[in-house]
T-cell receptor
Framework: EVELVESGGGLVQPGGSLRLSCAAS????????MTWVRQAPGKGLEWVSS??????????ADSVKGRFTISRDNAKNSLYLQMNSLRAEDTAVYYC???FGGGSWGFWGQGTLVTVSS | EIVMTQSPATMSVSPGERATLSCRAS??????LAWYQQKPGQAPRLLIY???TRATGIPARFSGSGSGTEFTLTISSLQSEDFAVYYC??????????FGPGTKVDI
């Protein structure tokens, strides 16, 4: 059974940093592109970043480019999101998701809440 | 960036009725269109990918159609567990992947 478990969320001050983790199990991690999607309170879904299976290519939303870094450790079946220079507008639930069907996301974690506030 | 729009923003439906949700792309996304269902406090759930293929375990009352710029999600006979927010998402041109703003289906 595919399982994705996020961790690392919490309260951080504006300008601060946080590192999110996503532990994956139940599938061959090295075969799949992985993605972070976020959802601000009461708002819709926003794609944040994706990384291909080998980790050689990463993609970012303009809203986080230059501040967030996606990475993966295929030996540990883990996905990460390093978030720097955090802003109030980064406050959201962050979901880890696995690719399915050529670009959609068929498996999601439960999400981890990031709150940026002083 | 491909902009996705959805209509209506909210729809009120009775159990057993048919619901038709629309999604439009600002340019062609061919058939690279997915639909997700999200209930309060839960992660999104993939319903449809490739515009019309049901994901694993999705009931047959959910169907997707369309290609290019116009897409439809139909729920043939609404069940109580179907009241949720539905998002469309394109994955034809990326980055960025883009979502529609969602359609809330309530009673």
């Amino acid at each position: 059974e595919v399982e994705l478990v996020e961790s690392g969320g919490g309260l951080v001050q504006p300008g601060g940093s946080l590192r999110l983790s996503c532990a994956a199990s139940g599938f061959k991690f090295t075969s799949y592109e992985m993605t972070w999607v976020r959802q601000a309170p009461g708002k819709g879904l926003e794609w944040v970043s994706s990384i291909i299976s080998t980790g050689d290519s990463m993609y970012y939303a303009d809203s986080v480019k230059g501040r967030f870094t996606i990475s993966r450790d295929n030996a540990k079946n883990s996905l990460y999101l390093q978030m720097n220079s955090l802003r109030a507008e980064d406050t959201a639930v962050y979901y880890c998701a696995r690719e399915f069907g050529g670009g959609s996301w068929g498996f999601w974690g439960q999400g981890t809440l990031v709150t940026v506030s002083s | 960036e491909i902009v996705m729009t959805q209509s209506p923003a909210t729809m009120s439906v009775s159990p057993g009725e048919r619901a038709t949700l629309s999604c439009r792309a600002s340019e062609s996304v061919t058939s690279k269109l997915a639909w997700y269902q999200q209930k309060p406090g839960q992660a999104p759930r993939l319903l449809i990918y490739g515009a019309s293929t049901r994901a694993t375990g999705i009931p047959a009352r959910f169907s997707g159609s369309g290609s290019g710029t116009e897409f439809t999600l139909t729920i043939s006979s609404l069940q109580s567990e179907d009241f949720a927010v539905y998002y469309c998402q394109q994955y034809h041109k990326r980055p960025p992947f883009t979502f529609g703003p969602g359609t809330k289906v309530d009673i």
